[in-house]
C-alpha cells in the first residue's frame, strides 16, 4: 500500500476541520440553558422569509462542495443534497420550517456523512483524523 502524500493529507484535514466548523455554527453553535436543545445559524437566519433559508441553503452548498473536492463518492453527494433539499424544502414554511431546522441540522448529518466515508479511508489509517470524535465537536456541559 503506497503512503500518503503528507500534503494531500493535511489539506484534506483542513477542508475536514472547515467543514466542521462551519456544521457545527450553522446547527448547535447555541444551547438553550438548562435544556438539551442546540440551534446554530440556520435556524436564526431562517426567521428572515426567503432570504435566510437561501442564505443556509448556499452554506450547505459550499459543505457539499467541499464534500465533492474530497473526493466523495456521487452517491453520497446525492444524499447530502437530499438533505438540504428536504431543509430548505421544509424550512421555508413560516414557523414549522423555524422549528424544523432546530431539529433535522442538515450541516451536521452532511458533516456526519462526509467523516463517515473518511471513518475507514486513508486519513484515519495515517492517524490524521478520528472521525468518531469530529462527529460531536459541540462541547458538553457536566
Given amino acids: 500500500m503506497p503512503t500518503a502524500d503528507p500534503t494531500h493529507l493535511a489539506d484534506h484535514r483542513r477542508r475536514l476541520k472547515r467543514v466542521a466548523r462551519v456544521a457545527r455554527l450553522m446547527d448547535t453553535a447555541i444551547r438553550v440553558p438548562g435544556t438539551g436543545i442546540r440551534f446554530g445559524g440556520d435556524s436564526i437566519m431562517g426567521l428572515v422569509p426567503g432570504v435566510g433559508d437561501a442564505a443556509g441553503g448556499l452554506i450547505g452548498v459550499y459543505i457539499i462542495n467541499e464534500a465533492r473536492r474530497l ?46 466515508h473518511f471513518g475507514e479511508g486513508e486519513l484515519s489509517a495515517a492517524g490524521d483524523i478520528d472521525p468518531e470524535r469530529m462527529k460531536d465537536i459541540t462541547p458538553k456541559r457536566g
Fill in 71 to 116: 473526493g466523495l463518492p456521487t452517491h453520497k453527494l446525492v444524499k447530502m443534497a437530499g438533505n438540504l433539499g428536504i431543509d430548505f424544502a421544509v424550512g421555508s414554511v413560516p414557523l414549522l420550517g423555524d422549528v424544523f431546522d432546530v431539529v433535522f441540522k442538515a450541516h451536521r448529518r452532511n458533516l456526519d456523512v462526509i467523516l463517515d
